[in-house]
């Protein structure tokens, strides 16, 4: 007996009729993935298993499309049952039939282009392609490796909290820059008033107890800017809910 998709077929040298492409077809043309069973070196049967997409994934691709990030479905799939659910998630860069190395390859291929590459995934096929991307993303009910290899992994299987993630790196990010650029200002300014720079021209000069004391609000200012993070709150997606998916408003 042979189990397997339509190249494992034709290694063990299975042919499929013009009728039972056909149907087989038909099923990829809805969205589902088709396992062949053949028996004695003639089909016997087909199984078609559809994975529905997570109900938000419609409006985080529709966000992240906002925000100027190009999105991409690379998946292992045929390409008939990959471009059925790109075309339900709005997503127009397909790449179907993909391997776990190739996976991997593509994310390098994007790299070399000079973008920075996020990758998600759940599975074992994905753990290649999380490792060399700029930002890993594996989604918690995922495989052991794939939480393994992956740099952020969303606990909550939401993938509401992509968006999130990526969010919320660029408000730390800015929140870093700004504290370097007081820190510098303050220590260009303060250090040289302290050393006495303007004494000689306006007879300013700081006692060693307030330059101290100066120093030690420069942290403490730092310190209060950082914990003002406490009150981030993550960028809302408007969402309604049509056919079974939800779209952004």
Not at 62 to 67: D, F, G, K, N, P
């Amino acid at each position: 007996m042979v189990v397997g998709n339509r190249a494992w077929l034709q290694q063990n040298g299975i042919g499929l009729s013009a009728a039972q492409e056909q149907h087989a077809s038909s099923f990829e043309a809805r969205g589902a993935t088709v396992i062949f069973v053949a028996s004695n070196e003639t089909l016997a049967g087909m199984i078609a298993l559809a994975d529905e997409p997570k109900p938000e994934a419609a409006a985080v691709v529709a966000h992240l499309q906002r925000e100027g990030v190009m999105v991409w479905m690379v998946s292992g799939d045929n390409e008939r049952t990959a471009k059925h659910i790109a075309s339900r998630l709005g997503i127009t860069n397909v790449l179907a039939g993909v391997k776990p190395q190739h996976k991997a390859e593509r994310v390098k291929a994007l790299q070399d282009t000079g973008r920075h590459v996020a990758m998600v995934g759940d599975g074992i096929n994905d753990a290649p392609a999380l490792a060399i991307a700029d930002v890993g993303i594996a989604v918690g009910s995922g495989t052991d490796v794939a939480i393994e290899t992956a740099d952020v992994v969303l606990m909550k299987s939401m993938l509401h909290d992509v968006v999130t993630t990526l969010h919320l790196s660029a408000v730390v990010m800015r929140r870093i820059k700004l504290n370097f650029f007081w820190a510098i200002c303050y220590n260009v300014v303060g250090i040289p008033v302290a050393a006495g720079a303007l004494y000689p021209y306006f007879l300013i000069k700081i006692p060693p107890m307030f330059a101290g004391f100066a120093m030690a609000m420069s942290s403490v200012s730092v310190v209060c800017s950082s914990l003002l993070l406490r009150c981030y709150a993550p960028p809302p997606l408007k969402l309604k809910r049509k056919n079974g998916m939800v779209d952004m408003v």
